[in-house]
């Protein structure tokens, strides 16, 4: 079945770095790649869209450059988080529409901003 | 809008109890998804099922079962004689067409079976 590879899995990083996230669809071609934090004990929040070879579409409230997506490949799209500071540490998770209206997600990443 | 309303926050019960979870659902679209995930400690989300908004048979794939009832705008899950394995957070999902087919999370429950 469809997998999307994410990682890394966990990152801790100093504060005012910057840290990236990649998801990769590995049998399959993503075309458009979700994004969504998860703070604990509360839902997944839809951060953005990306679709390849576009820019990104951001919900309301999220920093669009703060958070920034690529999408450049069928197969690969990124987060990066700039500059992060310790209210950015969360689970983000990714996930690929793929046919059928059906969803694959990434095992999510666990970023910790100290 | 699309809204999905989990109103359980945390359900306990004892192994082999049948556990039921709740989920109602918003939307002006008459071609929907619903879904279910568990997500357990590790975070990692386990896709469990889709239903379209044709499809309102019931469905039953082990010890799991759903209850799609567009009448209420329900789509509640059963976990029958339940494990200690089942201990999750369970989320409730919708997408549809008009708002190009992204998944609305409800809050999630949080199923604890006690041995």
């Known amino acids: 079945g469809a997998v999307v590879s994410q990682h890394p899995s966990r990152v801790i990083c100093k504060s005012g770095t910057s840290v990236k996230i990649e998801c990769r669809s590995l049998d399959f071609q993503a075309t458009t790649m979700f994004w969504y934090r998860q703070f604990p004990k509360q839902s997944l929040m839809l951060m953005a869209t990306?679709?390849?070879?576009?820019?990104?579409?951001?919900e309301q409230g999220v920093e669009k450059d703060k958070f920034l997506i690529n999408h450049a490949s069928l197969t690969l799209s990124t987060l990066t988080v700039t500059s992060a500071h310790p209210e950015d540490s969360s689970f983000y998770i990714c996930?690929?529409?793929?046919?059928?209206?059906?969803?694959?997600f990434g095992s999510g990443t666990r970023l910790t901003v100290v | 809008a699309q809204k999905v309303t989990q109103a359980q926050t945390e359900i306990s019960v004892v192994e082999k109890e049948d556990v039921t979870l709740d989920c109602v659902y918003e939307?002006?679209?008459?071609?929907?998804?619903l879904f279910w995930y568990k997500q357990p400690p590790s975070g990692e989300l386990v896709f469990l099922i889709r239903?379209?908004?044709?499809?309102?048979q019931n469905e039953i794939s082990g010890r799991y079962s759903w209850n799609f009832q567009k009448s209420t705008s329900s789509f509640n899950f059963t976990i029958t004689a339940s494990q200690v394995v089942d201990s999750a957070v369970y989320f409730c999902a919708l997408s549809h067409r008009s708002n190009d087919y992204k998944l609305s999370f409800g809050a999630g429950t949080t199923v604890t079976v006690r041995a």
């Open positions: 990306s679709n390849e070879g576009s820019k990104a579409t951001y």
């Open positions: 996930s690929a529409k793929g046919t059928n209206y059906g969803y694959t």
């Open positions: 239903r379209n908004s044709f499809d309102e």
């Open positions: 939307t002006r679209d008459t071609t929907y998804y």
